[in-house]
Every structure is written in C-alpha cells, then in structure tokens.
C-alpha cells in the first residue's frame, strides 16, 4: 500500500490526498500488504485529526469541474479485488462509515481464483456505498508494448481489455419484491420506487407496513420515490386519498423523499 504522512502543509486550496492499498493482513504478500493495526491506526489518525474523507468520485469531480475541495480532504482506494478487502477492511470502513473505491482486476474474478472477491461480495459492498472502478481485465501492463505489436495492435488491445471490465463491473441492480417483507437487509438500496399506489391498500397497518419496509432497505441518504392520488375515488368509498403528511415523516428521518401526489 501507498503510506503517506500527512502535515498540514500539505492541504493547501484545492488539494487533497489520496491513499491507496492493496491487501490486508495478508503477511504473506508484504510488499502489498498493510498490517491490520497499522491501517486501524491510520483510520483512528484521519479520524480524530479531522481530516474529511471523501469518495474519490466526489473528488475526481471536483477537480473535473473545478470545485472546491474540501479543506484535509482524503479519499481512500484499493487495488486488484483482493479477498481481504471483505473480509478486513470492509467491516471496518462500513463500522466507521468510510467511503471507499475499489479498482477492480475482473479476470481473476470472472475465474473465481481463490484470494478474489466474488462478484455477490461486490453487489453486498456496492449496496453499503463502496464504490467500485475499472482497474482492467486482465492486469496487463498497459504503458508498453508487447513483442511485434504495432501501435495500433497495442491501441486495440488495451481499450479492449478495459472496455470488458468495465462491462463486468457492478451496476444498476433493479430487483423488485412483496413490499409488505422485502428479502435484503437494511440499507441495500440506493432507490426504492414504490408502483403500488398507497389508496390501494385499505388496511392502514398494512399500508404503514410497507412504508416501513421502504425505508428500511433504502440506504441512508437514500431516494423513496413514491406517487399517490390526494382524492377519495367517487367509485369506492372505502378508497381515500392519501395525504401529503402521511407515511412521510418517518421515511424523511433517513431518506430522501420524492412523492408525486396526484
């Protein structure tokens, strides 16, 4: 891993440090591996120094955009998947609260080799905020030129190893469930989109229920998209209008909340 000692100094106006890591606890690997005290200990000297640790999406748009950047602003990244990432550093980072992005190698994934995180171990992470990106399929070393490669050979090799990880990295994942008792543990989602209008269902326990069980699978600082009609229906009169006030202020507690009422 990348150790880097921090002095004031080093945080001028738009500045900030990155750290980066590879494996954890792994003593067998110690030109790659940190000590699992040594990274507590760095996570405890951020922490009470109060250093600001960022994603390092948030910071790489800043600079793209050219944003100011947080004053001590640190952002945390880890290369190649490595299976000690779940297994150490993930349950600290999440206990703590930490962003994270991982650059991922998706060749020895997508081979299930022993020492890799699994693609499910991923969805888990992406789930809790941990951000993933694309560190090629293959680890080649992209910089040179294999023997006989032309430029353009090696043009076309590279982009094609990125833009195959890249495919395999984990995005968008849609699922859908019975609302009233969603399979995922809490905070798996970073949108929850209710299609089931509230005035559908008369019993009101069961309504609470299920918004309930939206905010618990909606991440905090998550999105409840939420639409619903305000009038009683002239055709049933057991079917009321929800108002605007209902169903709302516990969902607000954790969530953002964007109700259409209609």
């Known amino acids: 891993c990348l150790i880097l000692i921090i002095s004031p100094q080093l945080f001028a106006a738009q500045s900030a440090v990155v750290f980066m890591y590879h494996r954890f606890g792994e003593s067998s690997f110690p030109s790659t591996n940190i000590k699992l005290e040594q990274f507590d200990a760095q996570l405890d000297f951020l922490e009470k120094n109060n ?13 793209d955009e050219e944003q100011e950047i947080p004053e001590r602003a640190v952002a945390l990244s880890i290369d190649d998947a490595y299976l000690s990432i779940y297994t150490e550093a993930y349950p600290r980072l999440k206990s703590r609260g930490l962003p994270i992005t991982v650059f991922v190698s998706t060749g020895p994934v997508d081979q299930n080799l022993a020492g890799y995180l699994s693609w499910d171990q991923m969805r888990e992470m992406k789930a809790h905020g941990i951000e993933f990106s694309n560190h090629g399929s293959s680890h080649d070393n992209f910089r040179m030129k294999k023997v006989g490669e032309s430029p353009a050979m090696w043009r076309k090799r590279v982009t094609k190893d990125i833009e195959h990880a890249q495919k395999r990295l984990p995005s968008s994942d849609i699922r859908n469930g019975d609302a009233e008792k969603l399979p995922w543990p809490d905070g ?75």
């Open 188 to 262: 798996s989602f970073d949108i929850v989109f209710q299609s089931t209008l509230f005035t559908s269902v008369l019993d009101i326990d069961k309504q609470q229920k299920i918004a309930d069980e939206m905010k618990r699978v909606c991440r905090n600082g998550g999105l409840v998209l939420w639409y619903d009609f305000t009038y009683d229906s002239p055709n049933n009169q057991n079917v009321k209008g929800v108002r605007s006030e209902e169903h709302t202020s516990e969902l607000q507690s954790l969530t953002n909340l964007v109700c259409r009422l209609l």
């Open 51 to 63: 250093y600001q640790i960022i994603p390092l999406s948030t910071l790489i748009k800043a600079i």
